[in-house]
């Protein structure tokens, strides 16, 4: 049971059951329940109660911002294959030095965002986000269809998708065109509604189509649920 967990039953035992005017002997069997049930300390679930920090919204959570995604790590392991898969404080210099250059060879294809990742990127970082990759390739993890199960001389060639630089800039535009004309209170409203029905793990189809109506970004909404369930990172394998 994490911290929100916690804090959520503790408020629930509170609040349902009256703690705050039930009697001495009352309180001391529900501390007993929670206490039990959590393996929180007697003095700090009291400390906790009485400064009403488990109703402070986020208390206990901790939300971690992913710097380096699957595309910074898509990336890294491209560049770590062409150099002859180098250590991380081998690899760190080439990246400095040889970045520009492949992505003008268009032997790396990568943003200006990714790129100004990389070069920022520390050597323990880069031994850690290669660490997988590196357990793939030595066939010490199996996935299937990607070091096992291959079928021999088997070619996949799947082209990328680019945008052109154009199509991004009148995107942009036309997004902060419709966000201009639409009503801010109910965007704000439509947002917070959101974000409500991921709390209380309702069905979120209703509010979510209901926000669409009022004209709120799809960025907007994934934005009210990651503040919620947070960020999944998936391990790049290539």
Known sequence: MDMHSRNQYL?????KRGYHLLSKKEKI???????????????????????????????????RKVKYDGYVKRTLVEIWRIF??????????????????????????????????LRQIGTATIDRKLSHQKEVERKEKFIVGVNEFVEENEKVDIPL???????????HE?????????????VEKALEE?????KENRNLMPVLL????????????????RRVFGTYQETAVF
């Open 84 to 117: 002859d898969h180098p250590c991380g404080q081998r690899l760190k210099p080439l990246i400095q030095t040889e970045l520009e250059r492949l992505r003008k060879l268009k032997e790396i294809r990568c943003s200006e965002m990714v790129a100004s990742k």
């Open 210 to 225: 209901d926000a669409a109506e009022k004209y709120v970004s799809l960025g907007e909404m994934v934005e009210e649920l």
């Open 194 to 198: 959101i974000q409500l029905a991921a």
């Open 29 to 63: 069997k529900i501390l007993n329940e929670y206490c039990a049930t959590t393996g929180q300390n007697r003095n700090y679930v009291i400390r906790k109660i009485r400064s009403s920090t488990y109703l402070k919204e986020g208390f206990g959570t901790r939300t």
């Open 161 to 171: 998708l680019t945008v052109s630089p154009e199509v991004e800039r009148v995107q």
């Open 11 to 15: 408020k629930a035992l509170i609040e």
């Open 174 to 186: 036309q997004l902060e065109a419709l966000k201009q004309s639409r009503n801010p209170k109910v």
